[in-house]
């Protein structure tokens, strides 16, 4: 993987516990020199106040409730958006945040359109929901080669593995999450239509190790690909329809 100097700040959220991911772990700091690493939030090895409630509330706010790394997620997630109200110098500066399974597919490419791909967002995805995410074909454009970026289809959009925002975003979704009632990555959920204008790239750049999961135990993971091959059907031919 080839060094480059990105002109934008990096979260990757990882744990000293999660052996299995150093490797990816150091790959991503090889890729992205400066890489500011935040110690995921684990429930059984860090204590959580009001875990209980947090757990109780959000059944009653979902229908059903949510798992202690689900919880430890939002948490971590949270304290990345919190530094970036911080940092930021501008509305239009974005912050790249990935996860320890994340997986650099085009970190050249990444680099060389972070900043023109993001412009007119206040949140991009570089990945989402394991490679599924449809663009709406009357607003897309090419980006490079096959690549293409524009507005995604809202129903497409899951997953924190590779996505940037802005200050704006971190603002709302702090305000959003400090009723947590859904998984970080279910953003759709939190945020109201027309609330942040979101962008995306297909084919993502980011996306996933095969790694196992640290939050979803595996028999979860096999019922959710077969949803997901489900709504990806649907889902592409909603994205021809807009």
Request: hydrophobic share 40%; aromatic share 10%.
């Given at each position: 993987m080839t060094n480059i100097r990105q002109p934008f700040s990096v979260y990757l959220i990882s744990s000293v516990h999660e052996h299995l991911r150093k490797q990816h772990v150091e790959q991503v700091l090889h890729a992205f020199p400066g890489t500011k690493q935040v110690e995921a939030i684990y429930p059984s090895r860090t204590r959580v106040p009001f875990l209980a409630q947090l757990k109780e509330r959000s059944k009653l706010r979902s229908g059903r409730s949510l798992r202690d790394g689900e919880i430890g997620?939002?948490?971590?997630?949270?304290?990345?958006?919190?530094?970036?109200?911080?940092?930021?110098?501008?509305?239009?500066?974005?912050?790249?945040?990935?996860?320890?399974?994340?997986?650099?597919?085009?970190?050249?490419?990444?680099?060389?359109?972070?900043?023109?791909?993001?412009?007119?967002?206040?949140?991009?995805?570089?990945?989402?929901?394991?490679?599924?995410?449809?663009?709406?074909?009357?607003?897309?454009?090419?980006?490079?080669?096959?690549?293409?970026?524009?507005?995604?289809?809202?129903?497409?959009?899951?997953?924190?593995?590779?996505?940037?925002?802005?200050?704006?975003?971190?603002?709302?979704?702090?305000?959003?999450?400090?009723?947590?009632?859904?998984?970080?990555?279910?953003?759709?959920?939190?945020?109201k239509a027309g609330q942040l204008k979101w962008g995306a790239v297909v084919p993502e750049l980011i996306s996933v190790h095969d790694v196992p999961s640290t939050i979803r135990p595996n028999a979860v993971a096999l019922k959710e690909k077969i949803w997901i091959f489900t709504l990806d059907i649907r889902n592409f031919f909603l994205s021809l329809l807009n």
């Open positions: 997620i939002i948490l971590t997630s949270r304290n990345i958006w919190r530094d970036i109200l911080k940092k930021a110098k501008s509305d239009e500066e974005h912050f790249l945040i990935l996860e320890s399974d994340s997986k650099l597919n085009n970190a050249a490419m990444l680099e060389a359109h972070f900043c023109s791909a993001t412009r007119e967002y206040d949140m991009f995805f570089w990945g989402a929901w394991c490679g599924h995410l449809r663009l709406l074909r009357s607003k897309r454009s090419r980006l490079q080669d096959r690549h293409f970026v524009g507005e995604p289809l809202v129903n497409s959009v899951v997953g924190g593995y590779g996505y940037s925002i802005n200050r704006k975003a971190a603002s709302c979704l702090l305000k959003a999450t400090s009723r947590i009632a859904h998984p970080a990555d279910e953003f759709k959920k939190y945020l």
